[in-house]
């Protein structure tokens, strides 16, 4: 027959309790106080990456193949997985053009930054990727997006985007892929090649825990 | 979670499932070790009190914690990096020292007795068979260049 066996008091500290409620003590990211806390955590306990999700918060702009277009499911895909892990996704073309400081506000990204109406398609992806914290470009063609080399050169987003281009176009002689994609990689190293849409939902995944390892760490 | 850790490239699976000891320790967690390996490893007579010890991820943490901070640390240092009672650090620390992974150096001051802990080299050898050691030390590097 079985026996229920009582856990032994024990006194440590100062104070009696059972050794069954210290066993069960669980540690959460709350509970760390400093970066190395911070980061030993994340490395004696790998699935912690999990769980800070709740803990940091980022946004992703996800620009590439409008809807119809052969890329479009992938980018839908790049979304589900940036939701997954409790961050903000949004496609440009979803923010109403006339109410782009109240979609923001309410989404929690800064737009204080904003002092006018914005009605350019450029110059509204260009104050759209200000306000986010990643921007991820998506290209499923070899010339056609040659129009995201404006973005490349602009220093104060150019250091936030993500490129992912489809292997089957990184090789082909476009002006993308010789002059502005090749400058960006070459300085930003954020140039990422896919071969299949499960290569490119890993590669985003563990790019997006990198990240929010990294804000986790960082933000004490 | 479980835990499996292949030290030796065994002949087939069998061979190794023979060889290894399953520890059901609390409900959700179940580690499948190679006991013959691990006693090799600690060299010690004490290997299930450590495999007791390392099986909590919070007693992990604070081994870790103290390998990185490279100088012995007080309690009250530990609790400026995690907000927890200090009766159950106390007991954690307790497991970690009565296990040999840490050593416990008393001082007093001021009339009053502290405890100084240290990782021992057993501590970091088990800190290796976690296989968390060389990210450890790459934190304790970069600290070392500010």
């Known amino acids: 027959m079985f026996k229920y066996k009582r856990s032994k008091s024990i006194r440590v500290g100062g104070m009696t309790t059972s050794s069954t409620e210290f066993e069960s003590f669980i540690l959460t990211p709350k509970e760390l106080r400093t970066s190395k806390a911070r980061q030993v955590y994340i490395i004696v306990d790998p699935e912690a990456v999990k769980r800070i999700t709740e803990y940091v918060r980022a946004s992703f702009l996800i620009l590439g193949p409008g809807e119809g277009s052969e890329g479009y499911e992938l980018r839908k895909m790049i979304k589900k997985v940036i939701e997954s892990k409790k961050q903000v996704a949004t496609f440009p073309e979803d923010v109403p053009v006339n109410k782009l400081y109240e979609y923001l506000s309410s989404h929690g990204i800064d737009s204080s930054y904003l002092s006018r109406v914005v009605v350019n398609l450029t110059t509204r992806e260009y104050v759209l990727m200000l306000g986010y ?3 991820i470009i998506l290209l499923m063609s070899d010339g056609s997006i040659s129009e995201y080399s404006t973005y490349f050169i602009k220093r104060n987003v ?28 070459k300085v930003y190293r954020q140039v990422d090649n896919f071969t299949s849409s499960q290569n490119l939902k890993k590669n985003v995944r563990g790019r997006i825990d990198d990240l929010l390892a990294y804000l986790f760490i960082s933000s004490v | 979670m479980i835990y499996w850790r292949t ?22 967690n179940i580690i499948l070790v190679n006991m013959d390996k691990l006693e090799e490893i600690f060299e010690s007579e004490n290997t299930d009190l450590r ?8 007693r992990r943490f604070l ?18 990096h995690v907000n927890v009672k200090s009766n159950l650090l106390a007991y954690h620390l307790k497991l970690l020292t009565d296990s040999g992974l840490l050593y416990n150096k008393f001082e007093r001051r001021e009339g009053k007795r502290f405890s100084k802990y240290s990782i021992t080299p057993d501590g970091i050898r088990a800190l290796e068979y976690i296989g968390v050691k060389s990210d450890l030390d790459q934190i304790t590097s970069i600290a070392n260049q500010f």
């Open chain 2, 51 to 58: 495999i007791k010890t390392l099986s909590n991820k919070f």
């Open chain 2, 7 to 28: 030290f030796s490239s065994p002949r087939s699976n069998q061979n190794l499932l023979i060889k290894s000891k399953v520890l059901y320790i609390g409900l959700s």
């Open chain 2, 63 to 80: 081994l870790g914690l103290i390998y990185t901070e490279g100088r012995p640390m007080y309690q009250s240092d530990v609790l400026k």
């Open chain 1, 158 to 185: 150019a250091h936030k985007i993500w490129v992912y281009q489809s292997e089957s176009v990184s090789h082909a002689p476009s002006y993308v892929n010789m002059g502005p994609l090749d400058l960006f990689s």
């Open chain 1, 133 to 135: 914290d990643i921007t």
